[in-house]
């Protein structure tokens, strides 16, 4: 028996019918419910047939253990100080989202704990070289992390690393210090960090050849680093498979992937190229982050596809709402709050009323932004602007896991309904190659 779906979500803020002339008019929601009906059959059928190993390792459990054994090794029996992981893009942006649970590089906060995680997907030479100075070798772990082994961001840093290592003293421990995270050699192939690392003992998992990296959070490439931090990946897991299990529920206006992706269709087909999320948590910073990757890669294709834009609230209410509100009605919103009424610090009545706002008297920090979110929201269908509401009762694996799964299912449907193949992404490569081409060729 599958769980509960992890979060509430309700599209008819973004109805025309509800708002007026400026929101999604019923015909074109119609119309996409009936496109993402039949993108759902062909997701269904292709799951039945086994061509979308995603889905199934969304729902199943079969690996857990391996992955909390690998962790197990990963950390040794000595303490670990630090958490390098190595890898860009889909092999670091899930693994991101999850860690803000742990509160990695949370706004404002950032994790205290030991051990301390660096997630490299950025390739910045200062901020590499300064990190590679300050890391304790000894007691840091590396995770190399490349579906393809052969990004150019990921081998350099691995290479850096290893000679790191070297200098220090540490090279015949990299065996111990480090773990790799790709697909398997194919015959007769060179495998760019399999050959790098391999040859220093380096032993390496498997990256599952048919899920690709934007759609690999919930396989060992985002669970492997979450199990690390001590997050519980079998929630993780279960919120999953209750989304996964309900794309079989029926009626399509009851599936919540379902709905989304009608919603996104519906926006598409009324011309609005843009799709802001906006998340009232600083935990869900990252997830946005994963999003807009998951979004941009698997859509933009053949001059079609939304432009996907992370926004945080309360903060971006200083920042973007002027134009969210009375700029162009090119854009879909969609606001996920979390119950946060009554939590956090207590404000104090006297001090409050010092400050000329009898109203904070009393009440609880979360209140103001559970207050925020709900009025911003408000805000957008009081000004015609189409927003889709996903309410969060709590902030935990489970809901994660939910959340991650929705928007994947979601972005498949949109695509297969657009008729969008939402697995490839033939246009990056062209900036990949001469990237490696200038460099050998000392331009830049
Ligand atoms: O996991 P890899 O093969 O290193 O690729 C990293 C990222 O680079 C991309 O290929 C884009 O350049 C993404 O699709 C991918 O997530």
């Known amino acids: 028996m ?8 309700s599209i008819d803020l973004a109805r025309a019918s509800r708002i007026g ?4 008019p019923d015909t074109a929601i119609d119309a996409a419910f009936a496109a993402v009906g039949t993108a759902l059959a062909r997701l269904n059928a292709a799951v039945e047939k086994g061509d979308l190993p995603l889905v199934d390792v969304a729902g199943g459990s079969d690996d857990l253990p391996a992955i909390h054994g690998a962790a197990t090794r990963f950390l040794g029996a000595s303490p670990v100080t630090d958490i390098v992981v190595l890898g860009t893009g889909g092999s670091s942006l899930g693994a991101q989202a999850l860690a803000q649970l742990a509160f990695y590089q949370v706004p404002g906060l950032g994790r205290r704990d030991e051990p301390r995680l660096h997630f490299f997907d950025n390739l910045d030479p200062v901020t590499f070289g300064i990190t590679l100075e300050r890391l304790p070798l000894d007691t840091t772990r590396v995770l190399a992390v490349s579906k393809s082994g052969g990004t150019g961001e990921t081998l350099i840093q691995a290479i850096t690393l290893l000679a790191k290592l070297d200098e220090a003293g540490l090279r ?4 111990s210090l480090i773990l790799g995270l790709s697909e398997p050699r194919k015959d007769g192939k060179a495998h760019p960090l399999r050959d790098l690392l391999e040859p220093e003992g380096v032993q390496f998992l498997d990256h599952h050849t048919g ?3 934007r759609y690999s959070v919930l396989s060992n490439v985002g669970l492997l680093p979450a199990a690390i931090l001590g997050l519980d990946i079998d929630a993780i897991r279960a919120g999953a498979r209750a989304v996964v299990a309900s794309l079989k529920d029926g009626d399509v206006h009851a ?3 379902a709905v989304g992706a009608a919603l996104n269709v519906a926006a598409h087909l009324e011309g609005k190229g843009i799709a802001v999320l906006m998340a009232y948590t600083d935990r869900l910073e ?9 979004w941009a890669e698997s859509l933009g294709k053949k001059g079609l596809g939304s432009q996907p834009v992370g926004a945080l609230g309360p903060v971006d209410q200083h920042s973007q709402q002027q134009l969210y509100l009375d700029g162009p009605r090119d854009k879909l919103f969609t606001v996920i709050t979390l119950d946060v009424k009554g939590t956090g610090p207590l404000i104090d009545a006297e001090l409050a009323a010092r400050a000329g706002q009898a109203g904070f008297a009393g009440k609880h920090v979360g209140d103001f932004v559970a207050a925020q979110g709900l009025a911003m929201t408000d805000t957008f269908a009081a000004n015609g602007r189409p927003v889709r509401q996903i309410r969060l009762q709590r902030l935990d694996e489970y809901t994660l896991g939910a959340l991650l799964a929705q928007f994947m299912l979601e972005t498949i449907l ?16 062209e900036a990949k190659v001469l990237a490696k081409q200038y460099l050998a060729e000392g331009r830049g």
């Open 2 to 9: 599958s769980g509960t779906i992890a979060f509430q979500q």
């Open 21 to 24: 002339g400026n929101g999604l």
């Open 172 to 175: 015949d421990r990299a065996a």
């Open 211 to 213: 899920i690709g990296g």
């Open 255 to 257: 599936i919540q992937p």
């Open 286 to 294: 990252r997830f946005a982050k994963w999003w807009i990757q998951l």
């Open 414 to 429: 949109t695509g297969f309904a657009l008729g969008i193949d939402p697995f490839d992404q033939p246009a990056v490569e």
